[in-house]
């Protein structure tokens, strides 16, 4: 079945440091996928997505990529903030069934350091 | 605020005790589901509605009862739970068969069985 692999965490850094989390999926359709982020004590929030392969997600100077060659979705920022500390999920949705049911990863905790 | 309400926020309930978590939402979405979120697992996705009907369970055990009045509200009915069952549990929506539309999240039920 489909399945979403990221990277294990936590993921330190400092402030203004580059951020990669890394992100690949198996799927057997044409799967859209999503990064998520998840606040202490909050739900979910979508942070960006992407539905074909090429396309481009961004959001808040987060950006990935939908490779469909190398089936990687990796979620990246040039300069991250204190504020950005929080647990980042990739997922997918098949697309091919009637509804939009989310298969995610297991999760990157994020913590940045001032 | 992310149109998804869910209550109560926080739970704790006893072994033999009988309780409901509610979820609401008014973003005019067909689709609704219940995660369940465990401390280093993956999110489980333990239902799904899709124009109030069933169309997914996920081997979930039957002290776990959901239920789907209307497109807009969702209930997960709890008995006889165990303690491995304290998780955070989230409630999502989305619209109905449009690929690549992405699901949105309330903020949880953090559960607490004793």
């Known amino acids: 079945g489909d399945s979403v692999t990221q990277m294990e965490g936590p993921v330190t850094l400092s402030e203004e440091a580059f951020l990669t989390i890394n992100c690949t999926y198996t799927a057997t359709g044409y799967p859209s996928l999503f990064w998520y982020v998840q606040y202490p004590g909050e739900g979910l929030q979508l942070l960006l997505k992407?539905?074909?392969?090429?396309d481009k997600g961004s959001n808040k100077g987060f950006e990935a990529t939908y490779r469909k060659e190398t089936t990687s979705f990796h979620l990246e920022k040039g300069s991250v903030q204190v504020s950005d500390s929080a647990v980042y999920f990739c997922?997918?949705?098949?697309?091919?069934?009637?509804?939009?049911?989310?298969?995610f990863g297991t999760g990157t905790l994020l913590a940045v350091q001032p | 605020e992310t149109g998804v309400t869910q209550t109560p926020r926080h739970l704790v309930m006893g072994m033999t005790n009988k309780k409901s978590l509610k979820c609401e939402q008014h973003l005019g979405h067909n689709a609704m589901y219940w995660y369940k979120q465990s401390a280093k697992k993956p999110l489980e996705l333990m239902f799904v509605?899709?124009?109030?009907?069933?169309?997914e369970n996920n081997s979930v055990p039957s002290r776990f009862s959901p239920e789907c009045p209307n497109s807009s509200h969702l209930f997960l009915h709890l008995h006889t739970l165990q303690p491995e069952d304290s998780a955070l549990y989230l409630c999502a929506s989305s619209h109905s068969g449009v690929a690549g539309t992405e699901a949105f999240f309330g903020q949880g039920t953090r559960l607490t069985v004793v």
């Open positions: 509605y899709n124009f109030k009907e069933q169309t």
């Open positions: 997922a997918l949705s098949d697309g091919g069934g009637a509804t939009n049911k989310l298969i």
């Open positions: 992407a539905t074909k392969a090429d």
